[in-house]
């Protein structure tokens, strides 16, 4: 991966940002996403924001190299404290799982003000972007689920709106796999609930040897229901 050819996840956050955006780019790595754009899609500015010092030195770096210093500002900082309230109106956070991503958001609600869009790939917990969309009026708009190097990796993209719009009648269900991933069931979707199921079962199992407990019990149900959830979306069949 490098600024000319992106990952297949980081290439689909980056088909949501459009020509002429001014974006912040949180946990930029290396900027290869804002590097990428600046050179593909035209967009007007960009900021990298980093928070540890070495992937903001290797940032620097790269977009000097480029020679994209004109339209890309490097900032070290936490979360979205590298921008300034109405600086950017797309934000993009890849990598990072997501109750983490949330509460970069929740810590930087007074900067989305003037953001338009929210592109977002949580490596675990699509599920807590969805929960803080619904509590704070952003809507989900588009989802898509691939898989890469082994890995299944989930892009949510959120604008301002009705956020219960996309759920309909599926709303549990949709919560936890998606309200279009479970309208599409794409081969990667299949294989990652599958996969969860299996998951789940094993730890019920592990759960009924370690005997009775309210705590353990809690969990037992917790599972059950989850993978009852699963199930009816999937149409899950016993192998």
């Not at 290439?11 to 990428?36: F, M, N, Q, W």
């Not at 928070?51 to 620097?60: C, K, Q, S, T």
């Not at 109750?99 to 699509?126: H, M, W």
């Not at 989930?154 to 998606?178: I, R």
Request: proline share 4%.
């Amino acid at each position: 991966m490098n600024t000319d050819k992106l990952s297949m996840r980081l290439e689909t956050v980056a088909k949501y940002v459009p020509a002429g955006a001014r974006i912040a780019d949180i946990g930029s790595d290396h900027a290869y996403l804002p590097c990428y754009l600046a050179k593909n899609t035209g967009i007007s500015f960009a900021v990298a924001g980093e928070v540890a010092a070495g992937p903001y030195h290797l940032a620097e770096r790269n977009v000097h190299s480029e020679g994209l210093s004109s339209t890309i500002s490097v900032r070290m900082g936490n979360g979205l404290e590298v921008i300034q309230p109405g600086e950017v109106d797309y934000i993009t956070i890849a990598g990072m799982g997501g109750s983490l991503i949330t509460s970069i958001l929740e810590n930087g609600k007074e900067k989305l003000e003037s953001v338009k869009r929210l592109i977002l790939q949580p490596n675990i917990s699509a599920i807590s972007i969805r929960r803080w969309f619904m509590e704070n009026n952003w809507e989900l708009v588009a989802e898509e689920i691939m898989e890469e190097d082994g890995k299944i990796y989930e892009v949510l993209v959120g604008e301002k709106g009705d956020p219960s719009k996309p759920y309909q009648d599926q709303f549990e269900s949709g919560l936890l796999l998606g309200p279009f991933l479970s309208r599409k069931q794409e081969p990667a979707f299949q294989k990652k609930w599958t996969m969860e199921i299996k998951n789940w079962k094993r730890i019920v199992e592990q759960l009924e040897d370690a005997g009775e407990t309210a705590e353990t019990l809690e969990k037992k149900q917790e599972l059950l229901n989850k993978i009852k959830l699963v199930k009816e979306v999937l149409k899950y069949e016993e192998s």
